[in-house]
């Protein structure tokens, strides 16, 4: 492979690594006195993932990546112009969903600064309605959600229908009072959602006003293109190596063992975001009240994209356990739909607001476990050992996956 290949693309993994790292520092240094570790472990898919196990996804698609620009460089019909529109085409898209993402008014509470937030925290408590219905400060309401998160599993159930179905009767789900986070009291579901929208319509105020934003908020407007360009790279680069099979055994053979081994670990690495996501969007359905029962977060395109790339870079002597794993992600993403609740409830315990630091520390040891045990394997893929690619390597010139 080219000389280019190697040092384009390591320059571009680098700058994405530098804004991972950038943007959870600085949301450490701005709230570092301020309700830090439920920051970032309700945001753990934005400022928890990235430089963690998104470093690692990084570096074991490096060589995956080097093969697929080099393709486009040496081997792809018109594959220069065909490699400079699509990296345009994909800082576009980034850019979209970047702007797409910021344009809601569901804010959280990170993007009011520090200084906004204390003060917030010395109001009275502001009651609605002649004080039935009553909202408490930001950052006590977030406290609580933490403490208490920690001390259960299930958070679930705390999310109360704020948009029930006018053409069905009402449920006594709806009438029960049960305590309701943004309040700090036992109230019914409309209750609840009347809090929950004045609660949101509070942390909004705070992050319009330029005078009250935090400078985390600021600076993430211009990293976070850089998050979405890095997942619709490796998503494109993923699929897209599928099609040059014959183009990727005729030229790269030395190559493959790196290439299959990396994107099996980046892949294993990416199947944490959509977990960390929707822990998120507990987080947000208690303090919000749910968009949907089922919501769809751009983060699920990530499971059959892994459980693809698992199937067809499957070497020979691991066939058996790509099976496997396809059957288990099968299961697990049938469950995932049926019993989503679970499921969030799950992940935010595990790697959201629920989570303890020992988990985060455990997540932080297995992103350095999977680095080194990537490095070994391409150290020892790239030391030459062509015999033992020929007899582990099963990418096929008829076209068909190794598993069918």
């Known amino acids: 492979m080219s000389l280019f290949s190697y040092r384009f693309v390591a320059a571009v993994f680098i700058v994405l690594a530098l804004t991972f790292v950038a943007s959870t520092a600085s949301i450490v240094w701005e709230f570092r006195d301020t309700e830090l570790i439920a920051i970032l472990s309700s945001n753990s898919y ?23 620009t080099d393709i486009y460089l040496n081997h792809a019909p018109f594959g ?27 804010r959280a509470m990170w993007e009011a600064s520090p200084a906004a937030l204390e003060a917030n925290a010395g109001r009275p408590t502001r009651c609605l309605d002649a004080g039935k219905v009553c909202v408490k400060p930001i950052l006590p309401v977030i406290a609580d959600l933490r403490a208490k998160s920690l001390e259960r599993v299930r958070i679930s159930p705390f999310i109360r229908d704020c948009s029930p179905d006018p053409l069905m009767e009402a449920s006594s789900e709806r009438t029960a009072e049960r305590y309701c986070f943004v309040s700090g009291t036992k109230l019914d579901a409309a209750q609840c959602c009347r809090a929950k929208r004045a ?39 993923g699929v897209l ?34 977990v960390m996501d929707y822990a998120y969007q507990q987080t947000s359905d208690v303090l919000y009240g749910p968009a949907s029962q089922f919501p769809l977060r751009l983060s699920l395109v990530t499971v059959p994209w892994a459980l693809l790339l698992t199937a067809y870079f499957a070497d020979k002597v691991r066939i058996e356990l790509a099976r496997i794993v396809q059957l288990v992600g099968g299961a697990v993403s049938a469950v995932a739909v049926l019993r989503y609740q679970d499921i969030s ?25 999977m680095l ?31 598993l069918t």
């Open 80 to 106: 220069k112009l065909r490699l400079a529109f699509g990296t345009l085409v994909a800082i576009g898209l980034a850019m979209w969903f970047a702007d797409d993402l910021n344009n809601t008014k569901l």
């Open 345 to 369: 409830d799950w992940s935010s315990k595990l790697v959201g607001l629920g989570a303890s630091e020992w988990n985060f520390a455990v997540l932080g040891a297995l992103g350095v476990s």
């Open 241 to 274: 190596l599928i099609t040059w099979k014959r183009t990727l055994r005729a030229h790269y053979g030395k190559h493959l063992i790196a290439m299959e081994r990396g994107l099996q670990i980046g892949a294993a690495a990416m199947l944490f975001w959509p």
């Open 199 to 237: 609660f949101a319509e509070e942390v909004y105020s705070l992050w319009v006003n330029p005078a009250t934003r935090s400078q985390a908020a600021e600076f993430d407007r211009y990293l976070l293109p850089f998050k979405a360009f890095f997942i619709i790279v490796i998503l494109l680069i």
């Open 372 to 402: 080194v045990l990537l490095l070994r394997w391409l150290r020892k893929s790239l030391a030459g050992q062509e015999e033992a690619l020929e007899a582990e390597t099963d990418i096929r010139d008829d076209g068909t996956l190794p």
């Open 46 to 68: 934005l400022f928890v993932f990235f430089p963690t196990l998104g470093i690692v996804a990084l570096a074991a698609f490096y060589i995956p990546a080097v093969v697929f």
